[in-house]
């Protein structure tokens, strides 16, 4: 059964890089489907494609040899020419990742041609993505949004189609130094946009172990006392589970599970973070 409201929307976001937006948006959007018995939708908004690839695996290479829709033909309106045809309505810009039952995870993903694609674009629409969705997507319990780490168009169209904010930080030297952005960039939109009501779902520490697990020592210490004082001044809470550093990480992103490592202690964030949001 589909939420009677429409699908929870979250955007994954800090405009600050390699925080670990993509890998957590893939783990959250699979944990979902998988742990919690929902009806997924990710969206990758980022030109890196991050989570394309993390989701999709060797597939991805076959989705742009064969020039499959993306994110860009939503934002253009219309699949292009292929093989003498002219230009075709958009109606289907997904790829199926899973399937449990009558629920999915699908993705809508990138290409690393998305930023050219928009620059050249006269007005790009930001509200084109939250109409999309609103038309084709209030069967999903859940939509995942991985966004890109710069403030631009993007930024807005994930604001404008999302209820709720995920913002990932790592415990190190500079590591609040998208929260002042973002907290600006959230507050221009609301006043741009006051029948918008976004919010800010949490902070989630991510990488918060180093060197075998010794809890990052004086610098995390340091680092979270930033965090912490920052999080306060925008009223932002802060998620209790951190998720730890592990080199099984990357692994998992490349589809391989052979050694996953502290990894395995993602689910502990994965039920705090859904609980709160009402998943």
């Known amino acids: 059964m589909a939420r009677p409201n429409g699908p929870l929307v979250v955007c994954v976001i800090n405009l600050k890089g390699g925080v670990g937006k993509s890998t957590i948006s893939a783990l959250l959007s699979r944990y979902a489907l998988t742990n919690r018995n929902a009806d997924v939708l990710a969206i990758d908004l980022d030109p890196q494609a991050n989570l394309s690839q993390a989701l999709m695996h060797a597939n991805y290479n076959a989705f742009l040899k064969q020039q499959r829709p993306s994110i860009v033909e939503i934002f253009n309106g219309y699949q292009p020419p292929v093989g003498g045809s002219g230009p075709k309505p958009?109606?289907?810009?997904?790829?199926?990742?899973?399937?449990?039952g009558a629920n999915t995870l699908q993705l809508i993903p990138s290409r690393f041609d998305f930023s050219d694609n928009l620059t050249e674009a006269l007005r790009p629409d930001p509200k084109i993505l939250a109409r999309h969705i609103a038309?084709?997507?209030?069967?999903?319990d859940l939509v995942i949004i991985d966004c890109a780490p710069t403030e631009s168009i993007l930024t807005r169209a994930a604001y404008h189609a999302s209820g709720l904010v995920l913002v990932p930080v790592k415990p190190e030297y500079f590591a609040t130094i998208g929260f002042p952005l973002l907290q600006e960039s959230l507050e221009t939109f609301r006043k741009a946009n006051r029948g918008n009501k976004i919010d800010v779902a949490g902070i989630?520490?991510?990488?918060?172990?180093?060197?075998?697990?010794?809890?990052?020592g004086p610098e995390k210490i340091r680092a979270m006392a930033d965090i912490r004082a920052e999080a306060a001044k925008n009223n932002w809470p802060i998620f209790k589970t951190e998720i730890p550093f592990s080199r099984g990480f990357p692994k998992i992103m490349r589809g391989d599970h052979s050694y996953s490592g502290n990894a395995t202690m993602f689910p502990y964030f994965a039920k705090e973070?859904?609980?709160?949001?009402?998943l």
């Open 273 to 278: 973070f859904f609980k709160s949001i009402g």
């Open 204 to 216: 989630v520490i991510n990488n918060a172990f180093y060197d075998g697990g010794n809890n990052g």
């Open 135 to 140: 038309a084709n997507f209030q069967h999903k």
């Open 90 to 100: 958009l109606s289907n810009a997904v790829e199926l990742i899973g399937q449990i």
